[in-house]
């Protein structure tokens, strides 16, 4: 049995998390952290502050907010406690903390914790890497109206991964405005909508010469989160220390 504890627990992915945990085979959460403790009537306990957990815990799944990094990593770093970090908004001096991190403690860290999400991203740099400079790309990107930022870590992701095919020589361009700013080759458009309920759906445009393809992914609920968040722990509770991605757990789901 993993025992966890869930960083960010009354949030809303917090919630899903520990319902799917519910219904999950060999994995249950003992212990939460939140900043309103309070507010919750979980079957756990749950702390404002994580050095106040007094229960042992095998990992931590964490969807809580990008300032509670340092005290993450310190912990897990201190009890030798892989992590799972699911958190969105972390800039590139983070990802360095996240990475010195899994130096002394296993890590899965992504931006997104959708399986499908992660295949998208491969299948747009392969795209990239056989299309070259040959079509435009253009990314969209839908959320529902209480999102505050924008555009979505997701789209970030997918624009960086592909951009590494063309070895970080494109520049984005957020939205479009003017009568006479005339798309350039060296660039990836990136758009945000906003609106409803949707709970996600990236879509990424190759458009070229009389043709154009076109690859989407949409988040029906926000299961999928969770679901990618509890094969993630499953997968690196065991590993060696590391940084790991979702696209390393497809053979461990395959074998298990």
Known sequence: MINIAINGCNGKMGLVLTNMIKESENIRV???????????????????????MK???????????????NNLLDYGIKNNIPLVIATSGFIQKDEKLIEEASKEIPILYSKNMSLGINILVELAKNISN????????????KHHNTKVDAPSGTACMIADEINKSFNNT?????????????????EIGIHSIRGGTMSGEHTVLFSGLDEMIEIKHTAITKNIFALGAIKGVKFVINKKNGLYSMLDIFNFIESN
């Open 130 to 141: 056989i299309l070259g400079e040959n079509f435009d790309i253009e990314i969209i990107e």
């Open 55 to 69: 229960e042992e815990i095998d990992a931590i799944i964490d969807f809580s907010h990008y300032s509670n990094l």
């Open 30 to 52: 003992i212990s939460g952290i939140d900043r309103n403790p309070e507010k919750s009537n979980r079957e756990y306990p749950i702390y404002k502050e994580i050095w106040d």
């Open 170 to 186: 494109k520049n984005y361009v957020f939205g479009r405005k003017g009568h006479k700013q005339l798309r350039t080759k060296n």
